[in-house]
């Protein structure tokens, strides 16, 4: 048509909207949920356990001899230390133009700063889940060999850009383990597969001899193999396999072989493998376990019951059939945050990070956050960042020292091997 319309008019300025709109999920609860008050100087930190009873006790008749001296036993647990390290840099370039001002959605430096301390924090959060080897996601592909689209069962510490190593599935968290090289994550798609995996893409081809199938090799953390905290998953658990290895070859806790302690385990109700349904039955077989091991009925600050979005569904359709509707009723539904039993009471805490098929049950007032260096920038003369005489950029980092510890492993347990019905890889 003649003369002016929208398309035509060439006198229209765009209107800009204030602000980022945020789509990645930050969620971070670890530190809020394990005792903060541990800080501490030196080599390492260093306790005992009792590891077994005096057994110079017995009836004897009339004049009967006493019997042969015995004597409490105990074993030594140490704890050391994790390096968690960041950085950010910038050109004096950006610093310039994405200054705070209005015509800027977000100035750079606060970008960047306070982006990398809530990027740390959910770093932590995924990995104090896990069990120190670094791993965060194992293919499940039947071949994932040269390809850049795979299937892996877990791709929530799978962040786009990123770039992680690929290794081998046997003696993985040890020095014996194979590398077989790395792979920048591109992207994760939005949907499930058919199998309930999540798709992965890559920027290039994974490497070649790769494991097959559902015992395929690991994405670890790239550069942090064996070097990150030791979660929930190695804090509490009753094996005495895996890593890392004393020099005889055995496995060790916190220093301990637990071959020779086995008591010095938690109470872990698996299926071996198969995923079967949560029922009341499990947790009070949970409780009931834990009471046995430790003596404990009711711990200091209760038990809390860790598990993520999917298993949260389960607990609440356990209660689905006493839900009963009147014409008064405003809302439809229940919110199950509890189970009481005689055996004692659990509080179910969601967590989009936990462990999948997985539930969790803390005593919280035994599992420590070991501080050497509070999370903070390192600074000189006061200000994080530093500049280069030789580019135009300056450059921030972040570093803290710590470790977790737990000191009474057999007051808390976990629920492995459930099934669960997700709906999104992230």
Not at 373 to 398: C, H, M, N, P
């Amino acid at each position: 048509m003649a003369g002016v319309n929208i398309d035509n008019v060439g006198l229209t300025f765009t209107r800009f909207l204030d602000g980022v709109v945020e789509t990645l999920n930050h969620t971070s609860k670890a530190r809020s949920l394990v005792r903060q008050d541990d800080k501490w100087t030196g080599s390492h930190i260093e306790g005992r356990l009792h590891t077994a009873r005096s057994t110079a006790i017995g009836y004897v008749e009339d004049g009967g001899a006493f019997p042969v001296p015995d004597k409490q036993d105990y074993a030594t647990y140490k704890a050391y230390r994790k390096f968690t390290v960041g950085s950010v840099q910038i050109t004096d370039g950006a610093m310039a133009t994405a200054a705070k001002s209005p015509n800027v959605a977000r100035d750079v430096v606060t970008s960047e700063v306070k982006g990398l301390m809530n990027n740390i924090l959910k770093f932590e959060n995924g990995f104090f889940f896990r069990d120190g080897s670094g791993v965060v996601a194992q293919f499940v592909e039947g071949d994932p060999s040269s390809q850049t689209t795979t299937e892996v069962d877990d791709s929530r510490m799978l962040w786009d850009g990123g770039t992680y190593e690929v290794r081998d599935n046997s003696n993985i968290g040890l020095s014996t383990n194979t590398k077989h090289g790395t792979g920048s994550v591109t992207s994760v798609a939005s949907a499930l597969t058919s199998a309930g995996n999540s798709s992965v893409t890559f920027g290039s081809a994974l490497p070649s001899g790769l494991a097959t199938g559902a015992s395929g090799d690991y994405l670890v953390w790239n550069g942090s193999h064996s070097k990150a905290i030791t979660g929930l998953d190695k804090l509490i658990d009753d094996t005495t396999s895996g890593f890392p290895l004393d020099p005889d070859g055995q496995t060790v806790f916190q220093g301990v072989t637990m071959a020779s302690y086995p008591r010095y385990t938690s109470m872990v109700l698996d299926n071996s493998g198969t995923n079967r349904d949560l029922t009341p039955s499990l947790f009070r077989q949970m409780l009931a376990g834990i009471m046995q091991k430790s003596g404990s009925e009711r711990p200091a600050d209760g038990l809390t019951v860790l598990c993520d979005s999917w298993q949260a569904v389960n607990v609440e359709e356990l209660y689905e059939g006493e839900l009963r509707l009147t014409p008064e009723s405003k809302v439809g539904g229940m919110a199950v945050a509890a189970f009481q039993s005689s055996l004692g009471r659990i509080d179910i805490v969601v967590d989009t990070d936990c462990l999948m098929n997985t539930m969790f049950f803390c005593d919280f007032s035994k599992i420590y956050r070991a501080v050497q260096k509070q999370l903070g920038w390192r600074r000189e003369g006061g200000s994080i960042f530093k500049r280069s005489d030789v580019s135009g950029v300056y450059t921030a980092t972040a570093i803290e020292i710590a470790e977790m510890y737990i000191k009474e492993r057999h007051t808390s347990g976990k629920l492995q091997d459930l099934n669960h019905n997700r709906s999104t890889p992230y």
